[in-house]
């Protein structure tokens, strides 16, 4: 069964630094991967996707993430992080066989100014 | 369009009360699912569709019921509440394209007493 794990709960960084959040999956054949971002209050809204080919993708609002097969992870970064940054942020993979998704517990970002 | 969406937005139930969750969406995607998020806990699948008349469960389906009679809607119906089922449920829908990206709703809080 897929599995995805997001090893920190909450991380808090300052305007400005850079970000990784870090996401490690389990699944059997070749993952769709993706980051979706939650504001308070709000449905998720798609970060970035991986799928195949170059294993650095770029996504929206400045975010990259890397596939790395070999330590089956796809961490999520940022150089230089800004106040509207602050949200919670869910790694998923899918089961291309059955089109479902599964999350990892999600890691809350705080900003400090 | 207007995406996804789900009413009502906020809900208080008694215990054994029902209810229905409604969730449309106008993009003309074959697939739609129903997540609970609870906190430190991401996000669970409930149900799922891959089509009209076709549904199956997820991760944790013991208390609700779906149907998918149409593309645009896939209701949620909880046939006797529980304080358990107190949560905050999203409906998601993608394409069938093995594109795999869920387009979410804003989400239903409810509370069940």
């Known amino acids: 069964a897929q599995s995805v794990t997001q090893p920190d709960i909450h991380i808090t960084v300052s305007e400005g630094a850079s970000l990784e959040l870090r996401c490690n999956y389990s699944?059997?054949?070749?993952?769709?991967l993706f980051w979706y971002v939650q504001s308070p209050g709000q449905g998720l809204q798609l970060l970035l996707k991986?799928?195949?080919?170059?294993?650095l993708v770029q996504g929206i609002k400045g975010f990259e993430a890397e596939f790395k097969r070999s330590q089956s992870s796809f961490n999520l970064r940022k150089p230089s992080v800004h106040w509207s940054d602050a949200a919670e942020y869910f790694c998923?993979?899918?089961?291309?066989?059955?089109?479902?998704?599964?999350f990892g517990d999600g890691t809350t970002l705080t900003v400090k100014p | 369009n207007a995406g996804v969406t789900q009413t009502p937005k906020f809900q208080v139930l008694k215990t054994g009360q029902s209810m229905t969750l409604q969730c449309a969406q106008d993009m003309n995607h074959e697939y739609m699912s129903w997540y609970r998020q609870d906190p430190g806990m991401g996000l669970r699948l409930i149900h799922y569709s891959v089509g009209a008349g076709i549904t199956d469960q997820g991760e944790v389906p013991n208390g609700y019921n779906v149907s998918r009679s149409t593309t645009e809607d896939f209701p949620l119906r909880l046939l006797s509440a529980a304080p358990s089922q107190t949560s905050v449920y999203f409906c998601?829908?993608?394409?069938?394209?093995?594109?795999?990206?869920?387009?979410f709703g804003p989400g239903t809080r409810l509370t069940v007493t």
């Open positions: 699944y059997g054949a070749t993952p769709y």
């Open positions: 991986y799928f195949s080919g170059d294993t």
């Open positions: 998601a829908s993608s394409y069938s394209d093995n594109s795999y990206e869920q387009y």
């Open positions: 998923a993979v899918v089961n291309t066989n059955a089109g479902k998704s599964t």
